[in-house]
């Protein structure tokens, strides 16, 4: 039985760079992801003075819960949506000017409804190109708080961004969101939020955060659930094979771990435990309908092996994976076609059929996510290929090594 050992989860991860940066005291990260994304946050933090020691095991920050070190600062957000999103807001609630830009992907991507709250709270914040992107610049004196209202519709990091700048504004906020995706991120957030001190009311659809700082701590990382959906995915499609994930449980704060439950409802066995998950393959992996809009970070895993299926696999409810790294949806009708399989899209949803797959080469858009889902599908379809194999150093630099081993165990177990 396969035991397969999963990197810190980037969601967490960031979050709790955030919160390190903002606490009073010096926060230890226990187990923290070690990826281009996370990398780049913590230099993201070093470049707004903030002091960041990196061992193999854990990440020390000293927090600054007065805002940034330095007054001005030129910071680069690689591809990461959370630094590109988090770290101008931390910026906020400190005193100077500060640029960020990121790179072509992430010049794409959208944040017009974060940067238009925080705008609306009295934030000099400019964009330099195409409103509502990347490259932007702050000129920071602090946040006073009171009320916003957001739109979370595309991303659920609106949200969080502005949840954790609660507690560093001189009165606290009261956030009015009208429509919200991802929820579940928004629940990570304010645990972690709670682990370090502060706190957040729910009002209906408002979020009510008081202001008061945050205490250092020490804070481990559990295993990135989106990241085990591969893992879990590669034992449902082999029928007998058993994977075992340790560190994700009934206790973990990640939403993505609902991930096992689709699985289960298309025939595989699942067992989620106290601080390990089990995902055993059958004989049949059956089709469904389902909505992924809160877990819409592993519908690429579930279009993925949905060719195996007996019967149409249709998820729905996804439009927000149209604004990724890449038109998640498209990307996933567009590779899924190659293989020669059966496929019909909408606004926010996709179709697939049954089929078997034939060999070629994937076009990953450099999204990390494109890549670790068909390599699932490559465990049952010879001839597969990436255009952009090395794109998973995002979020998993080991990412072909540790699949590779998964697969030479399978094939033992089979």
């Not at 998820?315 to 293989?339: F, G, H, P, S, W």
Request: a negative charge.
């Amino acid at each position: 039985m396969p035991v397969v050992t999963i990197p810190g989860s980037k969601s967490i991860t960031a979050r709790a760079l955030f919160l390190a940066a903002a606490a009073d005291g010096v926060t230890t990260l226990v187990r923290p992801l070690r990826s281009d994304d996370t990398e780049g946050f913590a230099e993201g933090l070093v470049r707004l003075g903030h002091r960041v020691g990196r061992t193999p095991d854990a990440w020390q920050v000293d927090g600054r819960p007065q805002g940034p070190a330095v007054s001005e600062a030129d910071v680069y957000c690689r591809d990461g949506a959370t630094t590109a999103r988090f770290l101008p807001t931390l910026a906020a609630a400190g005193r100077g000017t500060y640029r960020f830009d990121a790179s072509p992907q992430m010049r794409r991507r959208p944040l017009l409804p974060l940067t238009r709250a925080l705008r609306d709270l009295g934030v000099d914040l400019r964009h330099e190109q195409a409103e509502g992107h990347h490259p932007l610049t702050v000129r920071a004196a602090g946040v006073e708080g009171g009320e916003v209202t957001l739109d979370a519709g595309q991303s659920s990091q609106y949200l969080t961004a502005l949840l954790l700048l609660g507690p560093l504004t001189r009165k606290g906020l009261r956030i009015h969101v009208t429509d919200l995706v991802s929820a579940p991120y928004v629940d990570i957030t304010i645990a972690m939020m709670r682990a370090f001190g502060a706190e957040v009311a729910r009002e209906g659809e408002a979020f009510v955060v008081p202001p008061g700082g945050y205490r250092a701590t020490t804070y481990p990382i559990e295993p990135d659930a989106s990241t085990a959906s591969y893992f879990f995915a590669a034992a449902a499609v082999t029928p007998g094979a058993e994977v075992t994930v340790p560190g994700l449980g009934r206790g973990s704060l990640q939403g993505d771990l609902g991930f096992v439950e689709v699985l289960r409802r298309m025939g595989a066995e699942v067992s989620v435990g106290s601080d390990a998950t089990t995902v055993r393959g059958t004989d049949e992996l059956r089709g469904l309908t389902v909505a992924m809009r809160d877990i819409s970070d592993t519908m690429p895993t579930l279009a993925a092996i949905a060719p195996f299926a007996s019967g149409p696999v249709r998820i729905e409810d996804v439009a927000n994976t149209r604004v990724k790294e890449c038109d998640r949806l498209q990307a996933c009708a567009e590779n899924l076609r190659r293989l020669g399989v059966g496929v019909d899209t909408g606004p926010d949803w996709i179709e697939i059929l049954p089929g078997t797959p034939t060999g070629a080469e994937i076009r990953t858009y450099g999204d990390h996510r494109v890549v670790m889902s068909f390599a699932v599908t490559g465990l049952r379809t010879p001839g597969i290929s990436f255009d952009d194999p090395a794109c998973v150093r995002k979020t998993f630099p080991g990412f072909h090594e540790a699949f590779a081993e998964l697969r030479s165990v399978l094939g033992d177990d089979r």
